[in-house]
């Protein structure tokens, strides 16, 4: 690939990593081309995560041209320490191995949660978690996307992190199942290279879309007013209005708006220092 794709819709996906049914957290908006604002998909409802995942499944069948972003980590730090688990003999050697694993260990956890990988004698002592020494000192490891994040005054969180309202570790985790049992069927870049034609995932930052759509200092959007801001700022009409303005919500919505412009600028797809990291830690769209 060497330009920018173009894609038909573009598809924001908020993700939560709570071991229960239907997290409230679980969020989906659309976007097609042009200025009209993004849509929730089924709004008013609960999602699972195995809709979401049997939902993306049908994207697939259907051969739709979908930009899809996931808000979640798909793989560890791997660069730093060259392993994801040091120390640990099974250690996967690479995201696609690692999604397995984390899918296999955690294959007797009901809807799609990943508490079977924290709780594993060895892999799970690599996590900071409460009531336990934590493995590392400081904000804790990160990957090479996440510490290029650091140097735009971002503040990603470990995906070792499971402590406190920043932790993102089982969001990871069950993306991860998420990932794993996609079978491939939808690309997933940089992991993949971006097909000619058919849906393809990449994980996305909501904060780097938040603050191109001009809300600052890590607040959140919840009404109507702050949304229509945001989404002006992104060359989108103003938005239908919703039942519920939960930052999850609006959080998609907002993303599915930078998309759609962020899709076409080539250097996203190019970022300085992918090649070390495309199969091991992966990328986060937008972290130039």
């Not at 709004?43 to 979908?66: H, P, T, Y």
């Amino acid at each position: 690939m060497s330009g920018a794709p173009a894609f038909d819709e573009f598809i924001a996906i908020d993700w939560s990593g709570q071991a229960i049914a239907r997290p409230p957290g679980l969020a989906v908006a659309r976007a097609v081309p042009g200025r009209s604002a993004p849509r929730l998909v089924r709004e008013g409802e609960r999602w699972s995560r195995q809709q979401i995942l049997d939902w993306l499944l049908d994207l697939a069948k259907a051969g739709r041209r979908a930009l899809i972003g996931l808000d979640l980590s798909p793989a560890f730090p791997y660069l730093d320490q060259r392993g994801y688990f040091p120390g640990w003999r099974e250690s996967p050697p690479d995201a696609r191995a690692l999604w397995e694993r984390v899918d296999s260990i955690c294959a007797a956890d009901p809807h799609l949660a990943a508490t079977s990988f924290v709780a594993h004698p060895v892999a799970g002592g690599h996590f900071r978690r409460h009531r336990l020494p934590s493995p590392f000192e400081g904000p804790g490891r990160f990957r090479l996307c996440e510490q290029r994040q650091f140097s735009h005054k971002l503040r990603p969180s470990s995906c070792f992190n499971l402590i406190g309202a920043a932790q993102v570790g089982k969001s990871s985790l069950t993306g991860m199942r998420v990932l794993h049992r996609l079978g491939g069927r939808i690309p997933v870049w940089p992991f993949d290279s971006v097909p000619e034609a058919g849906p393809v995932i990449v994980e996305i930052y909501t904060t780097i879309a938040a603050r191109a759509g001009g809300v600052t200092g890590g607040s959140k959007v919840k009404d109507a007013v702050s949304l229509d801001k945001a989404l002006g700022k992104l060359a989108s009409n103003r938005h239908a209005r919703l039942t519920s303005y939960t930052d999850h919500n609006t959080d998609a919505m907002i993303t599915a708006a930078w998309m759609r412009i962020a899709a076409g600028e080539t250097a996203l797809w190019h970022p300085q220092g992918l090649e070390q990291v495309a199969q091991t830690e992966g990328w986060t769209f937008g972290a130039g």
